[in-house]
């Protein structure tokens, strides 16, 4: 029969590897309620949003916007996505530059130039554990 003192260590070794991990699978845990986004004046707006918290994908598209249907192909201007070591990852933080790629980022879509005056859309999601994208806020602007 197993002690008590062994089955501890038998549980405290994968409870270490999970920890070093942060979540399993590796995932930052990301927005834990909706955001609201700001972006400056200009043709190359600073993007941020409010919670101060941790996005997936970031996605500009001209308004009305993008959907959030799952499997739909997404159109935008521009789509940047964070990439961890094991797949998506939620690791973007505010603020961003359009246009800009920042450190660990890869660029899905664009970008494509800003017409000022023009209609568009910014909007987030956060990756949950399986690698599924969940819609975190979206706000429309003008440059």
């Known amino acids: 029969m197993r002690s008590v003192n062994g089955a501890v260590q038998g549980l405290l070794l994968p409870c270490l590897l999970l920890a070093g991990c942060g979540e399993p699978n590796g995932f930052e ?3 834990q309620s909706q955001v609201s986004f700001s972006a400056s004046a ?3 707006p600073q993007l941020g949003w409010s919670p ?3 996005l997936g994908l970031v996605a500009v598209a001209v308004y009305p916007g993008l959907s959030q249907t799952p499997g739909e192909r997404i159109s935008a201007e521009w789509m940047i996505q964070a990439e961890g070591q094991l797949g ?3 690791l973007l933080q505010a603020p961003l530059r359009y246009g800009e790629l920042p450190s660990g980022a890869i660029s899905r879509q664009g ?3 800003l017409v000022a005056g023009g209609h568009y859309v910014v909007q987030g999601w956060v990756y949950d554990l399986e690698g599924r994208p969940i819609g975190a806020g ?3 602007f003008r440059p």
């Open 29 to 31: 845990r990301g927005c």
């Open 42 to 44: 200009g043709l190359t």
């Open 52 to 54: 101060d918290c941790k």
């Open 88 to 90: 998506p990852d939620n």
């Open 111 to 113: 970008p494509q130039p």
């Open 138 to 140: 979206t706000t429309a």
